[in-house]
Each structure stands twice: as C-alpha cells, then as structure tokens.
C-alpha cells in the first residue's frame, strides 16, 4: 500500500497548481463564516464560528446549521476553577459540538489581559496575569483540536478595551509587551500550535494589528514557529497588500474587498508572488488538517448530558468564595426560612453579550434550583427588590414563548422592506436582539431586509410594564394586534448611532397577550441592529419592591442576595461606564444587611465591581456567567453540596482609582490608548505600590481549612537546570474539598525593576478530611527571567531567588530561596 503523502507534499502540489488568480481568492473569505472553495483542484471551504464558550451561529448566514449548543461558563470561569485538566476536558466538548455543528474552527480562546476593570470583554478573557492565562489557553486549544476541530487564539495584540478599538493604538514598550500582553499568546503557540491565530482590530504603536510585520512575521512565526493561518478579526484588514507582505494570511470576512486588487499589487511590483504563496500555504495547510479534503472529518455531538454535566461541574469549580464571616455558608440546615432577594435570583443570567452569545437549549435561574433542591424543607421567600438595570436589555427567560412553546420568539426574515413575500429565516431564538454587518454578507448586502419576531407575552405579576428598543432602521412593536409603538431614525448606523424609544404599558399576571417586533432595514443601511427589553415598572415614588424584600429578609433565618448585572450587559463593542452595580441593588443589599446579619450576596459579574456594602454582609460569593447549569451550580455551592473552590482570576480593587491603570486608561474613545503602567498590572501593581485590594488575586475560601507544610527546594541550582520545589498539602477541616496551591517567585536584585512576586506554578489538589498530599512543582529558566530589551532576549541573572507558596498572592504560607549559579 502506497504511503500517503505528508502534508506539506499535498501542499506543495495543491499550491503548484494554483493560478496567480486562484491563490489570491483563497486569501479573502467566500463570505462571513467560509474561506473560498477551488472546485478545479477539489480544494473545499472550511467553516469558522463564533465561540469561545459556545457554538454561536445568530445570523441567518448560508452554509451553517442552525441549532442550540451546550453554554459553557465564560474564560473569566475557566481561569476561576485554576484547574487545567478540566478546562481541557471542556474544550473537548466544544470541539464535539463544533464538529456536529458541522464547522472546522471556534473562534477561540480570547487570552487577552484583563488589563482595566472597565472592559467590555473581560469576562471573555481568563485573567490579568500571562502565567494562568497561558495555562488555561494551552488546555483549552489542546482539548478543542484533540476532536479534530481547529481554535483562533485571539486578540493578537493589546486589545484591552472596546470603545474605539477599530481605530486606537495600544502603546506599550518592548517589555512590557513580551512580559504581559504576548506571554500567553507564546505559551499557546508554542505549546498547543492553535490552526489559527487572529489579529485585533487595533493598532500596537501606531500600526494596526493586521499588518504589523514584527508581530505577525518576526515574533509570531519567525521566533515562535507559528505553523497555522494568521486570520483578520473581521473587518480589521485595511490595505491591499501591506498586510499580506507583513503577515496576513486570510482576511475575513468575505467576499474580498482590498484582495480584489492583490493581482494588480503582484504585477506592479509591489509584493511579490512569494509572499501570496507563503499565506496560501498555510491556509492549505489547515484545509487539509480539517479532513475537509479528503472527507474525513470527525464525529461530534452536541447538548449531550454529558457536556452539559461537564458545563455544571466548571461552574462549580469557579465559582469563588470571597467572604464567608461567622461561617453563614452553607446553608445551615437547621433553616426554617431562607429569604432569596434580588433581580439576579429569579433570571438565568448565564453568559455576556457580543460575538460570544449562545443560544443554549434550556437555562436553570437560582429560584428554580433552591426551589428544586430545598422542596418543602424549608420555606423560600422571594422578593427581587429592585432591577439589576438602568433601561432594559432583554426580555427575562420564561416571558416569552415562540409558536412552538419554546422559550423566546420565532425570527422570520424576509426580502422586502415590509416582511412579505418568501422568507430567508424562519427560526426559534431566544435572544430578542441583533447585531448584524449586513453589508459583509453577499446574499443578504444588496437586498431588502425585514424581519418579525413573534411569540407570546406573559408576565409574572400584575403591574406596569417597561418596553424599551434600541435600534436602527424602523421598529414596530404590536401588542394583540394592536401598533403599541412605530420608532424610526433614517441613520445608516455608519457612524454607530443608535436610537432608543418607550412604551409602558400595564398588563396583568397570567394573561397571554400576542407579541409582535418588526424591524424593517433602510436601503443602504449597513448594519441590522435591534434589541428589545421589557421590565417591571412604577410610578415615581411608588415601588414597593425594595421594602418588601427588607421584610422578607427581617422574617427569615438568612438571606440570599442574588445581584449583578444583566445579561448581555458586559459586551464586545463597548466598555462599562463605571464599577457600579446598575439601579438600586447597592441600596437593596445594604438594607437587606441591616435587616439580616446572617446575609450572603451572590454576584453575576465578569470583571470587578465596587462593593460599597462589603463590610456590611456576611458572605460574598463570585458566581461569574456560569452557563446554562447556572441554578444547579449555584444551589450545590450555597447548600454545601459543594466545596466552593474557585480562586479569583483577576484583583478586585476597592474602587476604580486604585486600578493600575486609570490614568492610562484614555476613557472614553481615546485614539491613543498608552499602557504607562507598564510590568505592574494587577496584583504586580498592588504590590509594588502596598496598596490593599478589595480581594487579591488567587483569593478564594472553602468550606473546609488546608495547612501547607514541608517545603523543600535545592539551595543551589546551575544556570539551565530546573528547580525542583516540593510541600505537603493537608486537609485539616471536616469536609472535603480542593485547594488551589500558587508558587510565586520573587527576585531581590536584579537589573531592571520587577515585580515583587510574580506567579510562575500552581494545581488544584483533591482532598479528604485528614488527607495529605505531597506537591512536585519544576521551575524552568523562563520562571526565572525577565526580558531585557537591549539584549533582545529573556534571561535569568545569577543571584538568590526566593520561592513563595499560599492559597493567593496576598496568602502565602511558606517561603523559601536558593540561588541561580
């Protein structure tokens, strides 16, 4: 039998066969989610899609299938849980449902840094420190293309905020960017080889990120062996042929724009043919990775029990305890009545907006799952309280039902701008929103659009009702039948204006009423964007809410305070305002507090958040954007059904001015974005400086208590060598539980500033009450190094080193040096 040829061999062949004309079609995608087929050497498309926590697939794009996928926690959970095994196992069900969704790459991971508190995209992103992101990265790519499906490792480089990101320039010295904002990136590319790599839409010192050569060509796949595609976040390619010569590889999305003219570029002499065949080379590569080629791509499945047990147990493991005074969690069992208060209790808040969006097939809300857990064994007394919103964004979960019973509406689009005629779309979503550059869709950029969404309305309680539509183009909104309200503004939405309008309306608790949303698109309009919100409302002066919920809370044994943001809140395309928590939930949890020592707070946050009342409660608990097993996660963490284990991702400052980088911050809408901060962020700057967070990073209590012990580690090492540093890890409480053990190094001299600890090791150990474990950490040079700019390289200067183990940065148990040779 014939040895089948390697895949470099198949490329070459493909590649000598190839037109001048056929290379460069191969450069730009054929539309949003494909790259262009050549049908005359059996060269096929390969299909991307939205990820990182999920299969996302919102718009009504051709070639895709359409169906709901398992929502995995958010990358600010997956870093939380600090355990790689798992994030590992999760990324191969995220290959599994890829695959079965019959696409060859998610678009993930984002291992950007968490850099400011305000960004938009924090709860995408793992952490503030290269060390866990790198890590988490590394599991997460090697578990996705373990199934034979491809990852984008993104943002590639120093995209760190949202407002103005298309145009920005992040600027950063040399060191700063090799030691915080590419470390993770090297990690993964070096460790994990991810298919592809995608550019950030902005600049890096003043040269977008799309055809900055230093990046893409010297550092990317010149020093780190980068063998995969460089793909153009979408929209982010500018030129015709610069970026091509500085290290684009594939410009999405498609049909091509700057590449239409990549002939006219070759023949003028302006980049020559090698460079089109480099970028061609590599796209071949990963077709013929992806068994497209050949037919043999693999298997997968989607919304198993088994991925979404595996989505429950992440969450579980994230889920971090911050505070846990006079031991008010677990739930007692010796309760008779439990107060659940707040908006985020009864709504399934489980993921953030943006790109990242998951239509899961079903969501638990916290209500649901203490209702489902506790039964008649104890009284549950709900009151929301307040709103967790300043204007509403979505219609919560369980409001709306589509014509087959389904939560959320049917989404019917058309050809026309008065939604007749044969539709294009006809679907169940749950989202009552949409995002949509139609002017990159082929199909769709020429033609008139409209839409309609359709369902039933019911509502919990008698009441008014506070309908609230962002849009653009013309909205009109029906109510039984009846135009309750028309909304147009005559902006293309180019310049990203948008227009917001209202309805109250009082309905009653029970009763179905027949909803009707159509969105009409103006001719010449580029962008679709809708988002309908409905929330409960007063009259001025007359909400009783908040009052209640401080009765309820007075009567019961303890209270559970579930608060946050919405869904969809924290989202690509915009950075928060501030830290606060939108509407009255500060008041809420502070009047809750003075009615009920014995209360806990439980957060649906991606980033920090200023806790006003945080001396005020006895248990604070970050449950992040858990997924679609959000209720079951929570319930088995606050019951004591599990040991919390999460350790905090990112530090929590007390207030916004305390973060490294507010000066430098440029908010809103600076165009030049300087990281003046340099080295110290995060927990390096806290340190530097002596300043105390609100929680440090690697922060996280548990049920039970761990005692370190034993540390050993060589006195002296030769330059090269590795360090070996073991301890003993016991349980020495009642219950069960993981312990997330931190090595931090520390270098007292050296010749350029550092930090004054660093992470550089960590792993979760399993243990039983009494149980002992010993822990082998293997400290390389690299954890020993810092870059050294003139030198153009890292290093690891001779002298003594200290070794730092805790439960975080700010809770470090044993200490110990030896010396580099």
């Known amino acids: ?16 066969q190839m ?58 959970s997956m ?10 196992q999760v990324g191969q069900a995220l290959g599994e449902e890829t695959r079965a969704l019959d696409c060859d790459i998610l678009l993930g991971p984002c291992v950007n840094i968490v850099r400011y508190p305000l960004g938009g995209r924090n709860f995408e992103s793992y952490s503030e420190d290269p060390y866990l992101a790198g890590r988490t990265a590394v599991a997460y790519i090697n578990g996705v293309q373990s199934r034979g499906v491809g990852t984008s490792l993104k943002h590639y480089a120093l995209n760190n905020h949202e407002i103005e990101r ?183 808040v489980i993921e953030g907006g943006g790109s990242s969006h998951v239509d899961p097939p079903y969501r638990v809300s916290p209500l649901e799952a203490l209702k489902a857990w506790l039964g008649d064994k104890v009284q549950l007394v709900y009151e929301q309280g307040c709103d967790n919103i300043d204007a509403p964004r979505s219609v919560p979960a369980g409001w709306l ?26 679907r169940d979503v749950q989202e009552t929103e949409m995002w949509w550059d139609i002017g990159n869709s082929p199909t769709y950029a020429t033609m008139p659009y409209s839409a309609q969404l359709d369902g039933t309305l019911t509502v919990p309680e008698d009441g008014l009702y506070w ?95 579930f608060a946050g943001y919405p869904e969809g809140f924290e989202s690509e395309g915009g950075d928060r305002p501030n830290m606060d928590l939108p509407g009255r939930q500060n008041e809420l949890i502070a009047a809750v507090a003075a009615a009920n020592p014995k209360t806990a707070v439980v957060l649906n946050v991606g980033s920090p958040i200023a806790m ?63 990281y003046g901060e340099g080295i110290f962020v995060g927990y390096r700057y806290f340190d530097k400086v002596n300043l105390a967070p609100l929680f440090p990073f690697g922060h996280g209590l548990s049920y039970t208590t761990f005692e370190y012990s034993g540390l050993k580690l060589p006195a002296t ?20 539980g993981q312990e997330v053990v931190q090595l931090y190094v520390t270098d007292p001299e050296s010749s350029l500033p550092r930090p004054l600890r660093e992470l550089k090791a960590f792993t979760k150990v399993d243990l039983k009450p009494g149980e002992s474990a010993e822990v082998t950490f293997a400290l390389d040079q690299r954890s020993l190094a810092f870059y050294i700019p003139h030198k153009q390289q890292w290093v690891a200067e001779p002298g003594e080193f200290q070794v730092l183990v805790g439960s975080s940065s700010r809770d470090l148990r044993l200490q110990g040096a030896f010396t580099l040779a």
């Open 1 to 16: 039998m014939a040895k089948k040829p390697s895949i470099e061999a198949r490329v070459e062949e493909l590649l000598g």
């Open 19 to 76: 037109t001048l004309t056929e290379k460069i079609s191969l450069l730009s995608g054929k539309d949003v989610w494909n790259t262009v087929p050549i049908e005359r050497l059996g060269i096929p498309s390969i299909t991307m899609t939205d990820g990182p926590h999920g299969v996302r697939a919102a718009n009504p794009e051709v070639g895709r299938v359409v169906e709901p996928a398992t929502c995995f926690p958010t990358g600010i």
């Open 79 to 88: 870093a939380a849980a600090w355990n790689v095994d798992l994030v590992e």
């Open 166 to 348: 298309g145009r920005a320039s992040s600027n950063a010295d040399e060191r700063t960017m090799r030691e915080i904002y590419l470390a993770q990136f090297e990690a993964a590319v070096k460790e994990a080889q991810p298919w592809t790599v995608m550019c950030s839409y902005n600049r890096i010192n003043g040269t977008y990120a799309s055809q900055h050569d230093t990046l893409l060509n010297k550092i990317l796949k010149g020093e780190w062996g980068f063998e995969g595609f460089v793909v153009s976040d979408w929209g982010a390619n500018h030129t015709i042929f610069e970026s091509v010569q500085n290290g684009l590889d594939l410009d999405m999305p498609g049909p091509a724009r700057y590449y239409k003219m990549l002939a006219e570029s070759v023949q003028n002499r302006q980049i020559e043919e090698e460079a089109i065949d480099k970028a061609v080379r590599r796209i071949l590569r990963i077709v013929i990775k992806s068994g497209r080629i050949d037919g043999t791509t693999s298997k997968g499945s989607v919304n198993t029990p088994e991925h979404q047990a595996l989505a429950r147990k992440l969450a579980e493991e994230a889920i971090t305890l911050l505070k846990n005074d006079g031991g008010v969690l677990p739930v007692s069992k010796q309760a008779k009545t439990v107060a659940i208060i707040g908006p985020n209790a009864s709504e399934a």
């Open 401 to 426: 039902r589509g014509p087959n019973g389904n939560l959320g509406v049917r989404r019917t689009a058309y050809p026309t701008y008065d939604c007749t005629g044969t539709p294009h779309e006809n």
């Open 467 to 561: 309908f609230h539509i962002y849009h653009s183009g013309i909205v009109r909104i029906y109510l039984d039948g009846e135009l309750a309200l028309e909304s147009q503004i005559t902006d293309s939405m180019d310049t990203g204006v948008e227009f917001a309008d209202n309805l109250v309306r009082k309905l009653e608790a029970g009763k179905t009423y027949a909803l009707r949303m159509e969105y009409v698109r103006r001719p010449g309009q580029h962008i679709v964007y809708y988002r309908f919100g409905m929330a409960r409302t007063f009259e001025p002066g007359n909400d009783p809410r908040l009052a209640r919920a401080v009765e309820a809370a007075r009567r019961a044994d303890l209270a559970l305070v």
């Open 612 to 674: 006003p009342w945080a001396d005020q409660v006895a248990g604070i608990v970050a449950a992040y954007y858990p997924g679609l097993e959000n209720g079951n996660a929570v319930a088995s963490v606050l019951l004591g059904e599990v040991n919390p284990s999460g350790k905090l991702p990112v530090t929590f400052p007390k207030r916004l001015e305390d973060s490294p980088a507010f000066i430098n911050a440029s908010y809103p809408g600076a165009r030049d974005v300087n």
């Open 717 to 736: 090492v030769k330059a090269g060598e590795t360090v070996q540093v073991t301890l003993t890890v016991t349980n020495t409480g009642s219950v069960d």
